[in-house]
């Protein structure tokens, strides 16, 4: 696999690339940047599931984990101007160098580049990113609505994540599967494991956010307190009764670094990050599940150690 995600960097910036050089380097941006990639080694994962074990990828997988990744990176792009974000992955954000309105057309760029991708793979999987796009965008919506709303509720943030997460891993394996030729239980099978990995991947995320320190999590912790992003544990927090009145008088749209670092001390007191665990476990158990009818292949191993590691995160900080 390590030689198809060679093969998916190479091809990620042979799609980016313009008749305009400088459109070719505002777009190429973050790819060039790096990443883990973990979406297009998930569809490289679930094609190889019953298929090409020992051998290269066939091209079609190369290029849906590409159109996956690329409207992963162009939704980066949005949302660092939606967060005023300076850096990411170590370098510049588009925003910061070139200004918002680069920002926002180079991702609108990456995800026409990522449907002209979709749409060479058949009309399956090009309705399938289309849909996928529609639901990060809700996804994102939905999650500014709540923006510095203390009642939010747990219904609301996982629809919200379920959008801006979950969908685009799910749509990763399952862009492998269709493109592989996979028998369509497999295939369902495979877009379950995405889906619930997703939903325990960003709820392990926010826990992080709350117990890890800068140095642990390679950027500032508790940024999500500061833009007023109300995650899991918090909200389970504000239902206890020890600590709510305190944090809840804390969460308004001027919180300072001291009332976030409050903030999060009470988030752990309050038995929300316990709570939470709980759920990132109960999704984890899902996709784990969802992968137990697969056979002892290289691809699914790949896809039950993503499972692994990801609780193990939470380990390694706790």
């Known amino acids: 696999m390590q030689d198809d995600l060679l093969r998916v960097e190479a091809e990620l910036l042979r799609v980016v690339a313009a008749t305009d050089d400088f459109l070719t380097e505002v777009a190429g941006h973050l790819v ?68 918002n309105l680069r920002a926002i057309l180079a991702g609108d760029y990456l995800l026409g580049r990522a449907s002209e991708l979709a749409a060479a793979l058949g009309t399956e999987v090009a309705g399938l990113l289309a849909t996928t796009i529609t639901e990060l965008c809700t996804g994102q919506i939905l999650e500014l609505e709540s923006v510095h709303n203390a009642d939010r509720t747990f219904e609301q943030y996982q629809r919200s994540i379920s959008g801006k997460t979950s969908s685009l891993l799910a749509t990763s394996c399952r862009i492998g599967g269709i493109v592989a030729g996979l028998p369509r239980p497999t295939i369902d099978a495979l877009s379950e494991f995405g889906r619930a990995y997703g939903m325990a ?102 896809l039950r150690a993503a499972g692994h590691h990801l609780l193990g995160r939470l380990n390694a900080v706790r």
């Open 201 to 302: 991947f960003q709820i392990v995320d926010d826990i992080l956010d709350v117990v890890a320190t800068d140095e642990q999590l390679g950027k500032p912790a508790g940024n999500d307190l500061l833009e007023g992003i109300y995650t899991l544990p918090v909200i389970y927090s504000l239902g206890d009764p020890g600590v709510s009145a305190e944090l809840r008088s804390l969460l308004h749209s001027g919180i300072s670094v001291e009332e976030r670092d409050r903030a999060r001390e009470l988030t752990r007191l309050g038995g929300g990050v316990e709570l939470a665990v709980e759920a990132a476990e109960a999704w984890s158990d899902r996709a784990g599940a969802a992968l137990s009818g697969l056979p002892d292949t290289t691809g699914a191993a790949a």
């Open 32 to 99: 060039s940047a790096g990443g883990k990639r973990v979406r297009p080694g998930f569809c490289i994962a679930a094609a190889a599931v019953h298929d090409f074990e020992g051998s290269a990828a066939p091209i079609e997988v190369i290029r849906g984990g590409c159109a996956v990744e690329l409207v992963h990176i162009g939704s980066l792009y949005h949302d660092d101007v939606i967060d005023g974000a300076t850096t990411r992955r170590g370098v510049k954000s588009i925003n910061a160098k070139w200004g």
